[in-house]
């Protein structure tokens, strides 16, 4: 079975995360609010590729404070092969700039903490909120 690592950014701002939503029912879920994520680049330090990925998307700077979790589920990707993936869970502090919206996206905005279970999230957001004490 092919094998995907992503790297799964928190990217916190005061008591709001920066989340993405997508179009409703976007491959590979139907839920429609996610976190932000990029594949590994191997031989890259993790950290230095989400900081580059959440530039390049979002216009955002952010300094990675820890890495706290790491979660592994099977699922069909984008291009209909069923794979596991891998996900290396990354908290980020907000440093600057102003979130601008990624193409193939609904909107991008900064969500209260206390509004998450409001939303529909995809299952490698919800465990990653659940793992922060965001969620129950």
């Known amino acids: 079975m092919l094998t995907k690592i992503?790297?799964?950014?928190n990217i916190l701002k005061e008591s709001s995360v920066l989340m993405r939503k997508k179009f409703a029912g976007s491959e590979p879920y139907r839920e429609t609010w996610y976190s932000f994520g990029v594949e590994l680049v191997p031989g890259e330090d993790p950290r230095e590729t989400f900081k580059k990925y959440i530039k390049g998307l979002a216009?955002?700077?952010?300094?990675?404070?820890r890495n706290f979790y790491w979660d592994m589920e099977t699922k069909k990707d984008h291009d209909g092969i069923e794979k596991q993936f891998i996900?290396?869970?990354?908290?980020c502090e907000y440093v600057s700039g102003e979130p601008a919206?990624?193409?193939g996206h609904e909107q991008?905005?900064?969500i209260p903490i206390e509004n998450l279970s409001t939303l529909d999230v995809v299952p490698p957001?919800?465990?990653?909120?659940?793992?922060l004490g965001y969620l129950k």
């Open 6 to 9: 992503l790297i799964i950014g």
């Open 59 to 65: 216009g955002v700077d952010v300094s990675p404070a």
């Open 87 to 91: 996900y290396l869970d990354l908290e």
């Open 101 to 103: 919206l990624p193409e």
């Open 108 to 110: 991008i905005e900064w």
């Open 125 to 131: 957001s919800v465990i990653m909120f659940k793992k």
